[in-house]
Each structure stands twice: as structure tokens, then as C-alpha cells.
């Protein structure tokens, strides 16, 4: 299988190629060039398999030229109780009949993201020893990509890790998560601004193509196309337990910030997985929502984006979003390349009146809704209440939309994006008691921590990734 641009004016590339890389050449996004399809023997056998072999499974349909048995050996050095908490990896939990949360968050920082960003570490490490050759990579946080994504790297031969957060404006176990490590390939640098200052600084240093050329940066954000497609496995693992036969349909509920989980799921359906609805949850910011609701795509700019009690999805401008809308206009580069030019230069477009449109309200499954905080207050405690669970406030949004979207004779599958532990001030202002915290993240704030302050600067950023980037 080959990977093209979404905007259609870049050489086709393999699995492999992409796996480093961030945009393609042209601006544009790397996507399949035509969806592979799950045939229905193959699809019956998915369901009695492990978690590690559904991964190889799947990720196969996408990386044919990746060595065989070297993506099996990633999978099956990923996905491990040990490091997942428990042998499903993501365990569907009922709440009540055709009520379920697939649990995604018992990796090493207790977000989903720890799914795909553990497998992209051994498969970097894979790929680096291949080929030879050292990667730094250098990002920004504002919580928990930036852990994940240490967690994922740290003591990796060949990779150093450089990642910018912004001081003090991340929570207490956030910080510790990340300022806590103390292996030699991680470097954490709080930069005394915002997160959009860390991100600014990343685009400049990025953007200086010699320096980035002579010290080997590389990145790790949510349009790395091998996060997509790890993601993809999980709707896989949550629709087996929640029916008995593959003609089944189920629906999701996904919190969505980036676009990259929910995209995941609408891959899945796409390659035949029985899906009915893809319940898209925002929180205030609500762009994407807007979207589904009315055919108009208008990203805000930074500074309107509403800094919101679930912080995770306080996003301005879905970055995977664009691999949809290629999708909906059938491939057509040239389309996409001009919606984007009309974002860039009107703000928006409209595909209200578009053919694309009628497709996108026919076939897709989107259907979509936006909490407050209030919202997720209530829906907390609603689920603890009626269930004795306790969710976080990413979960609570789309608990929140999935019970005002479900159809009663199809079940509803509520991805669970963090634990509560991380997110406990809400948890405290919800229920009046806080988070339970797994055992093994006793006394993480009375580690040690080990950061570089610095202002924000990113001339002194590039002097700091000179004296420690790996040559
Ligand atoms: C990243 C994140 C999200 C949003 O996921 P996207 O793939 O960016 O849509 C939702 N909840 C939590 C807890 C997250 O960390």
C-alpha cells in the first residue's frame, strides 16, 4: 500500500517513510491511497484474538512494507499487561445493557494516548537501528501528549526527547509525570509563556531547515499517521465483547480535540468494521461540532480558543481533520488544497451546498454535540450516582453526548480518554471526595523533578537542542 498527499502534489510514500515525518512535502497530509477492506473470514477470526495479535492484524493492512515479524515482535512488546494494567489492554466496562466505556487509559500516564504513542516508540526504535541513524525529537505540551510521549521514548537508544511546556500551567500530576523522569535521553524545558508560545517556538525552530537538517529533529504530534492507524485497533477490541454476532452495529462516543481518535474510528468503518454512529463530543470549543452540524468549518484563532476544564481538547484547529474532508471529496487534492487556501484566507468554508456534504450526513456515521462544564459536572456525578463509577471530565463529554445520542437496540461504546487521577480538582469540585489513584502513582509529586526554565526564546531553545541533541 502506498501513502498520498491530501493535497495531491507529493511523490508517494510507504509506511515506513512516513513513520519519521510529519507534513508531506506539499503541505498536505499522507493518507492511503485507497482503504483496504476486512474480508468478512478475516473479520470473524479478529474476534477470539489477543490485543497484541488484533494489533499486528490490523497494523498489517496498513504497513505492507514493513518487515513482518519485526512489527509482530512491536506489537507484542507494546501491548502487555504489565504496562496496560490488564491482559484485554482496553476493557469494556457495562454500564447497563447497550451502555458500555472501553477503558483506554491504564498505560503508563493513564490517558488513551499511551496506546499508540508506546507502540510509535518501539517502532521508531525499530526503524532508527535499520536505518543507522539518530532522531531528536523536539515538541510541545500542554499536558498529556507531551508525557506519553516521554513515557514512550525515554531510555530509547537512538532518540532524544526535547519538549517544551508552558511553566507552571499544567497540573501538579502532569508535571510530575513528566518533570519526575530521570532518564538521560529526556530533556523537559518550561518556557515561562503559554503552551501556544511553546508551540510558536517549536514552528520556528522547525522551520529553520538547516538547523532542523543538521541536528536531526523529528516530531511526534497527533498527525503522525502511525498513531491513526494504532489507534484504529481498539474500536476492533471494543466491538467484539459488546456483541455476539459481526453483523452487529455498535455506536462510539469519542471526546475529540485533534480529530485523531475519533478519525480512527470512521478508518475502522471504513475498512468494515459494523459501526452505526461516531458520536463526536466537544467541549466549548466547539468547532467541530459546528461542523457536523451545519456543513461551515470555521478553527478559531489561539487566542479565542476557551481554556476549559477539559483541557485536552481545548484545540483550535483539528490538524487531522483534513484526512476527513479528503475522504468526503473523494480524493480530489485539488479540492482540499483550495478548501484550506479559503481557511487561510477567508477563515472557513461552507461544504453546506456541496455533494460532499449530502455524503458526509448519509454515510459517515458523524453525528455530534458540545458539553459545558456544567455538563461535565453533572454527567460525573450522574455516572457515579447511577453506576458507581467515576469518569473524568474528557470522558464526561462524551458520556454526555452518548446519552443524548443513543438508540436503545444498538449499543453505545463511550471511549475512555484519561482516568480521573489526572484531572482530580474537577473530580473534587464534582463529587466532593477525590480521584482514586492507581498504587503505583502514590507520592508522584514528591519525586524529585529535573527542568530547564527558559524564556521564551527560540534562539535559546536551538542552543540548548545544540549542546544536547544526539549527533
Ligand atoms: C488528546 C486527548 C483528547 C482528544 O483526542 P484527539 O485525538 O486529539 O481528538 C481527548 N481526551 C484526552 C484525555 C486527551 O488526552
Not at 243 to 270: H, L
Not at 325 to 340: E, F, P, R
Amino acid at each position: 500500500m502506498k501513502y498520498v498527499s491530501t493535497r495531491g502534489h507529493a511523490a508517494s510514500q510507504s509506511f515506513t517513510d512516513i513513520l519519521l515525518e510529519g507534513l508531506a512535502p506539499d503541505g498536505g497530509l499522507m493518507v492511503p491511497e485507497q482503504w483496504p477492506r476486512i474480508m468478512p473470514v478475516k473479520f470473524q477470526a479478529m474476534r477470539d484474538l489477543a490485543y497484541p495479535q488484533l494489533a499486528f492484524e490490523i497494523l498489517r493492512f496498513f504497513a505492507a512494507d514493513y518487515p513482518g515479524a519485526e512489527l509482530k515482535q512491536a506489537a507484542f512488546k507494546t501491548y502487555t499487561a504489565k504496562a496496560f494494567g490488564a491482559p484485554e489492554i482496553t476493557p469494556l466496562r457495562t454500564l447497563e445493557p447497550n451502555l458500555h466505556i472501553l477503558g483506554l487509559s491504564n498505560g503508563p500516564t493513564l490517558a488513551f494516548k499511551d496506546i499508540a504513542m508506546q507502540l510509535l516508540g518501539n517502532l521508531f526504535e525499530q526503524v532508527l537501528e535499520r536505518q543507522d541513524r539518530t532522531l531528536n525529537i523536539l515538541g510541545a505540551t500542554s499536558g498529556d501528549t507531551g508525557s506519553a510521549a516521554e513515557h514512550a521514548l525515554k531510555g530509547k537508544a537512538r532518540l532524544n526527547v526535547f519538549m517544551l511546556s508552558p511553566r507552571g500551567r499544567m497540573s501538579p500530576f502532569q508535571r510530575a509525570q513528566m518533570y519526575s523522569l530521570a532518564d538521560a535521553n529526556v530533556f523537559n524545558i518550561a518556557i515561562e509563556g503559554m503552551f501556544d508560545d511553546c508551540q510558536d517556538i517549536v514552528k520556528r525552530v522547525s522551520s529553520d531547515l538547516a538547523f532542523k537538517e543538521a541536528h536531526r529533529l523529528g516530531a511526534v504530534n497527533s498527525i503522525n499517521w502511525a498513531r491513526v492507524v494504532a489507534q484504529v485497533v481498539y474500536y476492533f477490541k471494543g466491538y467484539f465483547p459488546a456483541t455476539r454476532s459481526n453483523d452487529e452495529q455498535v455506536s462510539f462516543a469519542v471526546p475529540s480535540g485533534n480529530f485523531g481518535n475519533i478519525f480512527a474510528g470512521y478508518v475502522a468503518k471504513r475498512i468494515g468494521l459494523p459501526i452505526r454512529r461516531l458520536v463526536l463530543a466537544t467541549n466549548e470549543n466547539d468547532v467541530l461540532d459546528e461542523f457536523f452540524r451545519t456543513g461551515r468549518y470555521h478553527p478559531r484563532k489561539a487566542a479565542d480558543t476557551h481554556a476549559t476544564s477539559s483541557p485536552s481538547m481545548d484545540i483550535s484547529k483539528a490538524s487531522n481533520f483534513e484526512r476527513f474532508i479528503w475522504d468526503a471529496v473523494d480524493g480530489d487534492g485539488d479540492k482540499v488544497t483550495w478548501l484550506w487556501k479559503q481557511v487561510e484566507e477567508d477563515g472557513g468554508f461552507d461544504l453546506s451546498t456541496d455533494k460532499a456534504w449530502e455524503k458526509i450526513e448519509e454515510d459517515s456515521g458523524f453525528v455530534s454535540g458540545r458539553s459545558t462544564h456544567e455538563d461535565r459536572i453533572a454527567t460525573i456525578r450522574l455516572v457515579k450516582q447511577r453506576y458507581a463509577q467515576v469518569i473524568d471530565p474528557h470522558t464526561a463529554d462524551g458520556v454526555k453526548i452518548a446519552l443524548r445520542m443513543r438508540e436503545p437496540r444498538y449499543p453505545m461504546i463511550c471511549l475512555e480518554t484519561a482516568l480521573p487521577a489526572k484531572f482530580d480538582e474537577t473530580i473534587v469540585e464534582a463529587l466532593g471526595e477525590h480521584a482514586p489513584r492507581p498504587a503505583r502513582f502514590e507520592g508522584l509529586e514528591r519525586l524529585p523533578q529535573r527542568v530547564e526554565v527558559m524564556a521564551p526564546d527560540a534562539e535559546a531553545v536551538k542552543r540548548f537542542i545544540g549542546t544536547h541533541a544526539l549527533a
